[in-house]
């Protein structure tokens, strides 16, 4: 495969392309929705609920004070552990959830504590449930809060996802070098993958300011 | 019997107690007026009444029933009959007037949407807001807003009214518009319990005003005898001050 213009060299750039984009989308997406779980979790009140409130501060703290790197290896080694079967994509994918929870509980916290408290109050004093008042008032005015900043960590997140190949999972930056080693050109091989990155990066924020400026618009049509 | 009775109420924030034994009570389609300084515990008496903050001693009974705060469903249960209005008017910000009508008879007392929004209309018209119905919250004045809170309010139609200085953040102007809705209410023969520095107001439709100071009742009387002859001195003097201006 010395040759980089054939079928054999897009194909494996797709298929890199697609694990890069699948560890950022599945895993960011995943982990949106554990972090708006542990973000709802420990702005409970519920007695009941503390050690399941603990938990969930010791992972937002945990996971955003350790490298990616770290994260990953210790997901490997737990995985092996635990299911054998699992993936090395699986593997480095659930690292990508767990770790951007940790940073999208924070996001999502801060939008929830952006909606005014007494407009939360008065939903109670209206007999709104736990849920409709989080559904019908919170969310509709949270998400503008939210969208910018976990649409930026999901962009720069596109890049860490690289340090997957230290597992061996064949993503954009890895495909690269074992291109360049199969004897294709440095400047070919890192240049179709910088192309490739920026491809990403750019549509996705792109997308990610149109629905902002929609969920911005939706206030007042 | 009283339609509300409150006994003894002991109450705070956190460690802090602001309230210090407080009693008084209103009897159906009565109108009673708190008064007091700031941070006398006005607010902190409504806001236990219809279960925000917590009570650490006392009783507050409807009917002569103790309402019993530590059951989510006896809370429940008085939130469908007690409603409250607060300074801020605190209107959803993500809805419509009329959604911000229609959403908690429909989702909290399960009225069909078609009739919650005919009546939230009603209400509207009421308040003399009805060409207003698709207005956001934020493209209306503030005592528009404050109208339409009292509308939300009433929309679940509640026999005891909790109005929380309703028209403190208001300019002045637009005062008098708010305190005529709250007028046509007490013909209507609902309870209110109304926190207010608008002295002529209160003196106007209060049937019995309570002055609050430092967390205690200290005096209780009709307001011809509150503000003219006052029996305590601090009283006196709280009346003296707030009528100066
Ligand atoms: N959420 C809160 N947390 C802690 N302290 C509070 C809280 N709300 C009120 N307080 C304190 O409780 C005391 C009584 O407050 P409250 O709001 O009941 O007074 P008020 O009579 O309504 O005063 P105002 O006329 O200024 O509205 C004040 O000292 C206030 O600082
Ligand atoms: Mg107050």
Redesign the interface.
């Known amino acids: 495969m010395s040759a980089f213009f054939s079928t054999d060299t897009a194909a494996f750039l797709a298929g890199a392309l697609g694990r890069t984009l699948w560890m950022t989308i599945i895993g960011c997406t995943l982990g949106l929705l554990l972090g708006a779980g542990l973000a709802l979790l420990r702005r409970t009140q519920l007695r009941a609920l503390a050690p399941l409130r603990l938990l969930a501060l010791l992972h937002v703290e945990g996971f955003r004070r350790v490298p990616f790197l770290v994260i990953l290896m210790f997901v490997l080694f737990f995985v092996q552990a635990v299911a054998p079967d699992l993936s090395l994509l699986g593997i480095a994918t659930l690292a990508v959830t767990l770790t951007a929870s940790a940073y999208l509980a924070e996001i999502v916290g801060a939008g929830l504590d952006a909606v005014?408290r007494?407009?939360v109050?008065?939903?109670?004093?209206?007999?709104?449930?736990w849920w409709?008042r989080l559904v019908?008032?919170v969310l509709?005015?949270a998400w503008g809060v939210i969208l910018p900043p976990a649409a930026a960590f999901m962009v720069m997140f596109v890049k860490d996802t690289a340090l997957a190949s230290q597992l061996g999972v064949v993503e954009l930056a890895f495909s690269a070098k074992i291109l360049v080693n199969k004897g294709v050109s440095p400047l070919l091989g890192y240049g179709a993958v910088l192309l490739l990155y920026a491809g990403i990066s750019w549509p996705l924020g792109r997308a990610a300011r149109l629905l902002e400026k929609r969920l911005g618009a939706?206030?007042?049509r | 019997m009283a339609h509300i009775d409150i006994v003894d109420l002991v109450a705070g924030y956190g460690g802090s107690t602001i309230l210090n034994g407080v009693s008084f009570s209103a009897g159906r389609g009565e109108v009673v007026a708190l008064i007091g300084p700031s941070g006398s515990g006005k607010s902190t008496v409504l806001r236990v009444a219809i279960g925000l903050t917590p009570a650490s001693g006392g009783t507050i009974s409807i009917d002569g029933t103790p309402v019993d705060y530590a059951r989510p469903a006896a809370v429940a249960a008085l939130r469908r009959r007690m409603g409250i209005v607060f300074q801020q008017y605190n209107l959803f910000q993500n809805m419509t007037v009329i959604d911000n009508l229609v959403l908690a008879p429909v989702r909290t007392l399960g009225v069909p949407p078609a009739q919650a929004a005919a009546r939230a209309h009603d209400l509207l018209a009421r308040v003399g807001l009805a060409d207003k119905a698709g207005s956001y919250p934020d493209q209306l004045s503030g005592g528009q807003q404050q109208r339409v809170a009292i509308a939300r309010a009433l929309a679940m139609q509640p026999d005891i009214l909790l109005l929380d200085e309703v028209t403190a953040a208001l300019d002045p102007e637009r005062v008098g518009e708010v305190l005529e809705t709250i007028r046509a209410l007490a013909d209507t023969g609902i309870t209110m319990l109304i926190v207010s520095h608008e002295m002529g107001f209160v003196r106007e439709i209060a049937s019995q005003v309570v002055m609050m100071d430092a967390g205690r009742v200290v005096e209780t009387g009709p307001p011809a005898a509150m503000f003219d002859a006052p029996t305590q001195p601090r009283t006196a003097a709280f009346m003296k001050a707030i009528l100066r201006h």
């Open positions: 005014p007494p407009q109050e008065s939903a109670q004093v209206l007999g709104l449930s409709d019908r008032v509709p005015q939706h206030r007042h």
